[in-house]
Nanobody, 116 residues
């Protein structure tokens, strides 16, 4: 079993920045990829960014490219999402997801609200 705990969400003004964290615990040696997703009200959950644990390869949704950066600290079992130049369209619950062979795990989510 893997447990994921997100933190770092909150209220930020347009143009501002936030850094989300996702701390993993439990049977983490089997995790090979982690990702950030988000779900806005009345919209489907969508992939924001993804990173491989061993070599740090990343990929981003078009909406995140150039503004968001996903990173990992394997010594802390934590994945981060640095979000810059935030707009109201980024308002959503952000979820962390861990991938292992045959099973995926989700965190509980953290709310990000971009508003003046």
């Amino acid at each position: 079993q893997v447990q994921l705990v997100e933190s770092g969400g909150g209220l930020v003004q347009p143009g501002g920045s936030l850094r989300l964290s996702c701390a993993a615990s439990g049977s983490i040696l089997s995790i090979y990829t982690m990702a950030w997703y988000r779900q806005a009200p009345e919209k489907q959950r969508e992939l924001v960014a993804i990173i491989t644990i061993r070599d740090g390869h990343t990929n981003y949704a078009d909406s995140a490219k150039g503004r968001f950066t996903i990173s990992r600290d394997n010594t802390k079992n934590t994945v981060y999402l640095q979000m810059n130049s935030l707009t109201p369209e980024d308002t959503a619950v952000y979820y962390c997801k861990a991938f292992e062979l045959g099973h995926d795990y989700w965190g509980q989510g953290t709310q990000v609200t971009v508003s003046s």
